[in-house]
């Protein structure tokens, strides 16, 4: 069984549109975070977010939303989508007192045009 | 903001060669993780070190915490073709539930 989730692989989009990417996890974990890795491979968190707390990265624009049904789902809506958007999004869950051990999904390639 | 380098950036190599990349920090980190990536998918975590001076193994692949708890390395052994892809450090904060990551070295073990 998979741990973590994504859908879609693959998202090309152009620009102006609005997409989510959705995420689940059937690991039981409490937490469960979005991260964005661009071209040169630097890993960057966006969110964290558990049952109580969302917790919220400063630099990303507020055209990223996240959104979370659940425990075990978080999706990713993004307005008005930029071409500096295109990047690969990493969905990753872990469970409190675990050292914030990440458990990362597949990934979803975003291109915009 | 917490920053983690590592080094080098790129390491190619022969198949049997020894080498060691570095992530090092002005930081103290509550813990520290080595993942790898492969193309295509998402990190996959290798090791997590939690104490100063902590050393690790996993097979050929042995992982040292600074006595500080700022920098860690990474030695692998004896080298191979598997061994290929991204190693990314991250560093979990004392505050939070975050990690910040280091900006990966990308390993490639000809054959």
């Known amino acids: 069984d998979t741990a973590v989730s994504q859908t879609p692989k693959y998202l090309v989009t152009q620009m102006g549109n609005d997409k989510s990417i959705k995420c689940e996890q059937n690991?039981?974990?409490?937490?469960m975070y979005w991260y964005k890795q661009d071209s040169k491979k630097f890993l960057k968190i966006m969110f964290s977010y558990n049952n109580k707390e969302l917790i919220i990265n400063e630099t990303v624009p507020n055209r990223f939303s996240p959104k979370s049904p659940d425990k075990a789902h978080l999706n990713l809506h993004i307005n008005s989508l930029e071409l500096g958007d295109s990047a690969v999004y990493f969905c990753?869950?872990?469970?409190?007192?675990?050292?914030?051990?990440?458990?990362f999904g597949p990934g979803t390639r975003l291109t915009v045009t | 903001t917490q920053l983690l380098e590592q080094s080098p950036q790129f390491l190619s190599i022969q198949e049997g060669e020894n080498l060691t990349v570095y992530c090092n920090s002005s930081s103290v980190f509550s813990s520290l993780q080595w993942y790898r990536q492969e193309p295509g998918e998402g990190p996959v975590l290798l090791v997590t070190?939690?104490?100063?001076?902590e050393v690790k193994k996993l097979k050929r692949l042995t992982f040292q915490f600074g006595d500080a708890r700022k920098d860690s390395s990474l030695h692998i052994t004896a080298a191979q073709p598997g061994d290929t892809g991204l190693y990314l450090c991250?560093?979990?904060?004392?505050?939070?539930?975050?990690?910040?990551f280091g900006g990966g070295t990308r390993l490639m073990v000809k054959p």
């Open positions: 991250a560093g979990a904060n004392n505050a939070g539930n975050m990690l910040t």
């Open positions: 070190v939690v104490t100063g001076g």
């Open positions: 690991l039981g974990h409490d937490t």
């Open positions: 990753a869950s872990s469970q409190a007192g675990t050292n914030y051990e990440q458990y």
